[in-house]
């Protein structure tokens, strides 16, 4: 079964201060993977999507993520962070095969604060 | 844009009451789903649907159904709400069964069980 691991719960940073949110997979195929956004009390808004292609994926927002099959790695990166930026960030595995196709596996979360 | 409403943001409920939350995509999209958000756990499927009365079971179903005779509408039901079903209920959907697709989600009900 496919599984996502964030290994940080929890990043602060400073404003203006470079970011890279860690993403690991498990996954038997070729994965699709998202990055999402949920501010405080808030759904889930989309950043960014790997299907296939250039592996260096850019997203809305300034965040780009990087998709490294060696590595099973989809980390979010982005080089200055604003303090709108506080957020939590999901990572996800798109199921597409068998019984689940269509299922979205998610890791645990990474809440990011932002000092001024 | 895609529009997905969920018909509270806040619910409070006694335990045994038979809870439903509602969920309405503006988009004709086939496919929806009904996760549950917890701390530290991140989210986790409980029903999707891929079409008008079809339904199948995720990660976490027990103690949950789900309703769909609309294609843009799509309830999750708690039949005798306990104290463990606190927790944030988010709504998603996506365009076309079969197709590696973006979910889009709603706000979420914050469900509190008393």
């Known amino acids: 079964a496919q599984s996502v691991t964030q290994p940080d719960i929890h990043i602060t940073v400073s404003e203006g201060a470079s970011l890279e949110l860690r993403c690991n997979y498990s996954y038997g195929a070729t994965p699709y993977l998202f990055w999402y956004v949920q501010s405080p009390g808030q759904g889930l808004q989309l950043l960014l999507k790997y299907f296939s292609g250039d592996t260096l994926v850019q997203g809305i927002k300034g965040f780009e993520a990087e998709f490294k099959r060696s590595q099973s790695s989809f980390n979010l990166r982005k080089p200055s962070v604003h303090w709108s930026d506080a957020a939590e960030y999901f990572c996800a595995v798109f199921n597409a095969g068998g019984t689940s196709y269509g299922k979205l596996t998610f890791g645990q979360g990474t809440i990011l604060t932002v000092h001024p | 844009d895609v529009k997905v409403t969920q018909s509270s943001r806040y619910l409070v409920k006694r335990t045994g009451e038979k809870v439903f939350l509602e969920c309405v995509q503006d988009m004709d999209h086939e496919n929806m789903f009904w996760y549950r958000q917890d701390p530290g756990l991140g989210l986790r499927l409980i029903y999707f649907?891929?079409?008008?009365?079809?339904?199948e079971k995720g990660d976490i179903p027990e103690g949950y159904s789900v309703s769909r005779e609309k294609k843009e509408r799509f309830s999750l039901i708690l039949e005798s709400a306990s104290t463990n079903q606190t927790s944030m209920y988010l709504c998603?959907?996506?365009?076309?069964?079969?197709?590696?697709?973006?979910?889009?989600f709603g706000p979420g009900t914050r469900l509190l069980v008393l």
């Open positions: 649907s891929y079409d008008v009365k079809m339904k």
């Open positions: 998603a959907s996506s365009l076309l069964a079969g197709r590696k697709e973006t979910q889009y």
